[in-house]
């Protein structure tokens, strides 16, 4: 299991922008907390009484609602990891639950994360892509363009693609060679780590299973909300010593009215950033 990276895979992220296979989860394990997620879906997706869809919650901080997501978010082997990047002080900033149902046409077009989020500090915040199922070429996996992220901020234009699941269907302005893109294919219970600055995109599911991926946006309390008004993030190693980001609490139960409130907060506030100077319709939730 992952522990701390070594020098070498850590000079690797340095130098390429991401490193995986990062192994997080032993098989049992993976299945567990697949199973858990699934039994949520199954139990909360029809359910009147949530102010928005399930996957509205599950698509962005799922962490805040859900104890097993929090619970992912709080996991050894994806810190240890984590850690050996952005230091020990870890603030989770966003999960998402992305889904790619089988056969679906869903894609992300090849984008920079950081583009839309205004966070400042590229280098001390990370994304870590936990596969809840295996992740291939066939059913959509990420590719990654190595080295891309030292180009910094590049310039994006907005598509609002109707298959794109990016809330503005948002792609680099600049020609990938697919020859330069690199497959990021996981098995479940594997994850990969990426930079803010990151080239990746992904492809549609042409498989009979779903394609199932937790993500994390781990920071380090250094990093600042340069666009929106105010910030939230969870501690979930060491401490939040951030004078401007507000701390957000564990839930304990799944979809109690107190991580409820707190999701509306934090998502309208990170709504608030990522749409921040378009005048289309920006679907944050797609
Ligand atoms: O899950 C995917 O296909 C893409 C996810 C992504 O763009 C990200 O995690 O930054």
Redesign the pocket.
């Known amino acids: 299991m992952a522990g701390s990276l070594t020098a070498h895979q850590i000079d690797s992220f340095k130098q390429d922008g991401f490193l995986f296979p990062i192994r997080v989860a032993d098989e049992p394990t993976v299945n567990g907390w697949r199973s858990n997620i699934e039994s949520l879906e199954l139990e909360w997706r029809d359910d009147t009484s949530l102010r928005r869809p399930f996957t509205d919650y599950a698509r962005a901080n799922f962490h805040l609602v859900s104890s097993t997501a929090a619970r992912l978010a709080h996991d050894q082997a994806v810190l240890d990891a984590v850690e050996s990047i952005i230091g020990p002080d870890i603030l989770c900033w966003m999960s ?1 639950l ?1 889904i ?1 149902e089988p056969h679906s046409s869903k894609v ?1 077009t090849m ?1 920079q ?1 950081l583009t839309y989020w205004g966070l400042d500090g590229a280098d001390h915040l990370v ?1 870590a ?1 936990v596969a809840l199922s295996d992740a291939t070429t066939e059913n ?1 996996a ?1 590719r990654f363009v190595p080295g891309s992220h030292l180009a910094g901020q590049i310039e994006h234009r907005d598509t609002f693609g109707s298959d794109n ?1 990016l809330s503005r269907g948002q792609e680099v302005v600049v020609d990938v060679d697919p020859d330069d893109e690199v497959p990021v294919e996981l098995r479940a219970g594997e994850m990969s780590l ?1 930079h803010g600055h990151m080239f ?3 492809g549609p599911n042409r498989t009979d299973g779903r394609r199932i ?1 937790m ?1 994390f946006r781990f920071m380090s309390p250094s990093v600042r909300q340069t666009v929106g008004v105010e910030d939230y993030a969870m501690t979930v190693r060491g401490s939040n010593t951030s004078h401007h980001v507000h701390a957000t609490a564990v839930p304990f139960n799944d979809f109690s009215s107190a991580s409820l409130a707190m999701h509306a907060r934090v998502t309208a506030a990170q709504e608030r950033a990522l749409t921040a100077g378009t005048a289309d319709q920006v679907s944050y939730l797609r």
């Open positions: 998402e992305i790619k992300l984008h994360d994304s892509w959509g990420m699941l990426h990746h995109g992904s991926a993500v």
